[in-house]
């Protein structure tokens, strides 16, 4: 129901946006934060920084920046996965399976990984099912 009272209400404030996101940006965060609590302050001053990372994606100093932090965005995926594939105390090879296979599409395709979800999705429910 949130969702939709934001979808909504955000739609609204599209039909008024006659300067861009920047002119309703003051009213989505009051919205957001003041109204409805769906953020804290910080948490939608964050959504900023995405704008200047766009913004600045030829600085070298981002590409350091995303060069360094590469491998630990890679290590995040696997332990996201590993925590995926291991959801009791034992590994099951199924669920690695899956994994190991999504990873390879990942790497070897450039298929949208909302493709790989649903396959995952459908191989799991195919794989173990009882």
Request: aromatic residues 10%; neutral net charge; proline residues 5%.
């Amino acid at each position: 129901m949130i969702l939709l009272q934001l979808a909504l209400y955000f739609a609204l404030l599209s039909c008024i946006a006659f300067g861009g996101l920047p002119a309703v940006v003051p009213e989505m965060q009051r919205i957001v934060v003041e109204v409805n609590g769906w953020a804290t302050h910080d948490e939608f001053i964050s959504w900023w920084v995405a704008d200047l990372w766009e913004r600045y994606k030829e600085a070298p100093a981002r590409i350091a920046l995303q060069r360094a932090i590469a491998p630990l965005v890679v290590a995040l995926i696997f332990c996201g996965g590993y925590v995926v594939a291991t959801p009791g105390s034992t590994p099951d090879w199924r669920l690695w399976l899956i994994a190991a296979a999504s990873a390879t599409a990942m790497l070897m395709s450039r298929l949208n990984p909302l493709w790989l979800l649903a396959a995952g999705g459908a191989i799991g429910a195919v794989l173990l099912g009882s």
